[in-house]
């Protein structure tokens, strides 16, 4: 298999990569990354050298280029790259929707052309909105984004949808809980509070801190993305979820304890606009029909995230201060001097 995995440098996209390189030795990956503040090359530092894996420099919605290499002929493509932080959406949403729908109708519009057999596109559980404090989120649950993040994956959703009506394209929609592990990008929840509370500082704690969200860690999310790019059905959506409730003012006391710190580090600040309360997902579909389940649970997934910020100090320090984005620099460098035909 020839696997084209956009995002690949990002938090999920990286896990998969190194999840897919691990347990199919037989496939050849091709990660395109823009490398934009949440895309990062040093997640990617296990795979350099591997005769395996080749990384594309390259903007999604750039026509041009995703033609001419999805031209070089691609089994599948696992799509997940996104804009994804709600807070910077809320701020301006507009390169929310260039990335996440235009820069899908590019990718499908690509893919269609050159004959890609299988599409996984990557969304996530917030297209469904808010829930009240009973049910889960089912795949014929009604799409009601409240953000403009959500807003952006839910019409990329649709995009996917209707070419596998309208046109028979051979594409699997995917709606995730939230995910946390290694090389998350330290904006979202369970880093930055893990990385703020190791440093002493406060963990800001949106209103009252009651709003529940579905938590796996993203080892589990890649391992049902495997099931689901190697064994899913064509034209179907997959909710991924490991019925791992909490909320933000639980979680944080866990990690809290995890780190030995005292709770006096949280901070309760002003709630953003239009916060969700609840997500839970339903993943019954997942479980049956491909037989997916959760390798743990959130207890020790969290401990396990834990330990790994702390032995992992140098990757988010670097991130926090920005000296990360000197990694990039010094490959690009490194391949210019080197007169490489390939691109970055």
């Known amino acids: 298999m020839r696997l084209l995995v956009t995002g690949g440098a990002g938090f999920i996209g990286s896990n998969f ?10 496939v050849t990956l091709v990660t395109l990354d823009l490398l934009t503040y949440a895309g990062n090359l040093a997640n990617l530092a296990a795979l350099e050298g591997s005769p395996r894996h080749r990384f594309v420099l390259g903007d999604i919605a750039d026509r041009r280029m995703v033609n001419d290499l999805m031209a070089e002929g691609f089994d599948a493509v696992v799509h997940f790259a996104a804009e994804s ?7 301006d949403a507009s390169a929310f929707v260039r990335t996440n729908v235009l820069g899908t109708h590019v990718l499908l519009d690509a893919a269609r052309r050159h ?17 009240g404090p009973e049910g889960r989120f089912q795949e014929d649950s009604p799409l009601k984004p409240t953000s403009p993040y959500a807003a ?7 995009l996917v949808l209707a070419s596998t009506r309208t046109y028979g394209f051979p594409a699997i929609v995917t709606r995730c809980s939230n995910n946390y592990g290694p090389y998350q990008f330290p904006e979202k929840l369970i880093p930055l509070f ?10 800001p704690l949106y209103g009252d801190g009651l709003h529940v969200r579905d938590w796996i860690y993203v080892e589990d999310h890649c391992a049902a993305l495997h099931a689901i790019l190697t064994r899913g059905r064509l034209g179907e959506i997959y909710n991924i979820g490991a019925n791992g409730e909490m909320s ?3 979680l944080t006391a866990t990690i809290l304890r995890e780190l030995g710190k005292p709770e006096s580090l949280i901070r309760y600040v002003e709630d953003r606009p239009g916060h969700d309360r609840r997500y839970a997902i339903d993943a019954t579909k997942l479980r049956s029909e491909l037989g997916w ?7 020790e997934w969290l401990a396990v995230t834990v330990r790994w910020y702390l032995e992992n100090r140098s990757w988010w ?5 920005g000296a990360y984005r000197s990694y990039f620099e010094r490959m690009y460098r490194a391949r210019l001097d080197a007169s490489s035909a390939e691109p970055l």
């Open 293 to 299: 389940a959760p390798a743990a649970g959130n207890a």
């Open 115 to 131: 004959g890609v057999g299988r599409f996984v596109h990557v969304s996530t559980d917030e297209v469904y909105g808010s829930l």
């Open 317 to 321: 320090e670097a991130v926090k201060d």
């Open 152 to 158: 952006s994956k839910a019409a990329a959703d649709l």
């Open 248 to 250: 933000n003012r639980a």
């Open 17 to 26: 990569l190194h999840h897919v390189h691990r347990v199919m030795p037989d």
């Open 85 to 91: 932080h709600v807070d910077r959406s809320i701020e």
């Open 194 to 203: 893990i990385t703020n509370a190791l440093e002493d500082k406060p963990l």
